[in-house]
């Protein structure tokens, strides 16, 4: 049996916080989902473009900006969105150790 969750390139990890970004010239929030070394799904209640490019704000103690571009949108129940996106510079190398570290995370999205 082939499932979307076979047929994924990188492993995911599941993590539940919420973000800031700037979209548009607005500051608005999201509620990640998961994240790979290519990429990351969050929902917000704001509809993105696909292909539109725009800076995250992950929180910590040394908050990380980074830069994405929209691979999918998909409307969700509520007037909510679920969002899929790469990240602009590539793959970010670091995040192996930890999904690795969560014994190859939670299932995952296609990069």
Known sequence: MTNHDERRKRPRIQLKLTFSMVYENTVVTGDLIDLSPGGICFTSKIEFSQDSRFF?????????????????????????????????????????????????????TKD
């Open 56 to 108: 995250l704000t992950l929180p910590g103690n040394d908050e990380m900006e980074i830069g994405v571009q929209v691979v999918r949108c998909d409307q969700l129940p509520y007037a909510s969105y679920k969002i899929a996106a790469k990240f602009v510079e590539g793959e970010l190398p670091f995040l192996d150790s930890i999904i690795k570290s969560t014994k190859g995370g939670m299932p995952d």
